[in-house]
């Protein structure tokens, strides 16, 4: 399926991975629901509702419109939530909360392209404060995520800094693409959902990874492979080897500071595809 080990002599080359229901089986921020609300972020009524954005989410059902009022809600959620308390949380559950979830296939592929002298990143809708340190479990080279903006108190102020979704992940990695070097022609992109179509469309090998039914139809009209990730297993046990530490994508991205509460749910505004 992957092509061979990299011609170093060539243009370099990398993989991009959606996060997910891509490389992992549920959403990554709505899956740390209940440990903000162990650590008083959230309250037990916050807890159901994103307990049913989950559900929601899982079953594919969410349109726009319910993506925008959601989106809305976790925005004004997460307005005033301490930067560092959510980082700590994240890094003190990500391991019995994530590594149970990861897709064994993600798993093998991503081996297969760090074998094949390829970078790994993870362009992902959810908030960098949740996907840094998930890509540094899988051994990412890079990370882009959306970002919110915080205030001088080291709080979340409820806006939204950077958006990572539809057109605007195509945007970041071919910013990657020009301060990397990556020939696009020759890189890989996976995703499970219709509204990174740009983010398929602007790579030489895309594939449609558990993919809805609009996305599901755009890869048969356009020929594109689709896979089937049902398998998910603790990373300990398909990786032998520590993961490599992940570097934040620049440019595109800058820094980080992205809130968990906002994650998948993206703006209408943002939902044109190219």
Not at 41 to 53: D, E, H, S
Not at 98 to 127: K, M, N, Q
Not at 189 to 214: C, E, I, K, W
Request: aromatic content about 8%; proline content about 5%.
């Amino acid at each position: 399926m992957l092509k061979p080990v990299e011609n170093h002599s060539l243009p370099r080359t990398a993989a991009f991975f959606d996060l997910d229901k891509t490389v992992i089986a549920k959403s990554s921020t709505l899956t740390f629901s209940k440990s903000f609300y162990q650590g008083g972020l959230i309250n037990r009524r916050a807890v159901l509702r994103t307990a049913y954005a989950q559900f929601v989410f899982l079953a594919g059902g969410a349109d726009h419109d319910q993506m925008e009022r959601m989106r809305e809600y976790l925005s004004a959620l997460c307005r005033g939530w301490n930067v560092q308390q959510v980082k700590e949380i994240v890094a003190e559950t990500l391991h019995d909360l994530i590594d149970p979830i990861i897709y064994d296939e993600a798993a093998s592929l991503i081996e297969e392209h760090h074998a094949a002298g390829r970078d790994v990143v993870i362009v992902s809708t959810s908030g960098a404060e949740v996907v840094e340190p998930i890509g540094e479990l899988l051994g990412a080279d890079r990370v882009v995520a959306t970002r919110m903006v915080v205030g001088d108190d080291g709080c979340f102020t409820g806006e939204v800094e950077y958006y990572a979704y539809g057109p605007t992940k195509a945007e970041a990695i071919k910013e990657l693409a020009r301060s990397e070097g990556y020939d696009l022609d020759r890189c890989y992109a996976y995703s499970d959902s219709a509204t990174d179509l740009p983010m398929l469309q602007s790579v030489g090998h895309p594939f449609a990874v558990n993919p809805g039914r609009a996305l599901r139809k755009e890869a048969l009209t356009r020929a594109w492979p689709i896979l089937d990730f049902h398998r998910p297993v603790r990373l300990k046990q398909r990786l032998p080897a520590p993961p490599r530490p992940a570097l934040v994508a620049a440019a595109a991205v800058g820094a980080a500071a992205a809130t968990a509460g906002l994650v998948w749910f993206a703006s209408r505004r943002r939902a044109a595809l190219g």
